[in-house]
């Protein structure tokens, strides 16, 4: 008879980031995902830029540089 510390140290590791990992029907999670869909064009419009960019480069959280090179790669500019 196996203790429940054996019987944890048995199940297979699954590394979620993976790519092709198994996600049991678990849709992606998105920081912005609530609140892109009642916001006006551009604020949808920067919310897909920053989880495109934080899929390009597998970041959960991107720092305020990273916002800067998001939002200025949409053109916009001080």
Same mark, same amino acid.
């Given at each position: 008879?196996?203790?429940?510390?054996?019987?944890?140290?048995?199940?297979?590791?699954?590394?979620?980031?993976?790519?092709?990992? $198994?996600?049991?029907?678990? $849709?992606?999670?998105?920081?912005?995902?609530?609140?892109?869909?009642?916001?006006? $064009?551009?604020?949808?419009? #920067?919310?897909?830029?920053?989880?495109?960019? @934080? #899929?390009?480069?597998?970041?959960?959280?991107?720092?305020?540089?990273? #916002?800067?090179?998001?939002?200025?790669?949409?053109?916009?500019? @001080?």
């Amino acid at each position: 008879m196996q203790t429940a510390i054996e019987q944890q140290n048995s199940r297979t590791f699954v590394d979620r980031r993976a790519q092709g990992a $198994p996600r049991d029907g678990v $849709p992606e999670r998105r920081q912005f995902t609530a609140s892109v869909t009642n916001a006006n $064009p551009a604020i949808a419009e #920067l919310a897909e830029a920053v989880d495109q960019y @934080k #899929l390009r480069h597998h970041r959960r959280f991107i720092t305020f540089d990273e #916002l800067y090179n998001v939002i200025s790669g949409l053109g916009y500019h @001080k």
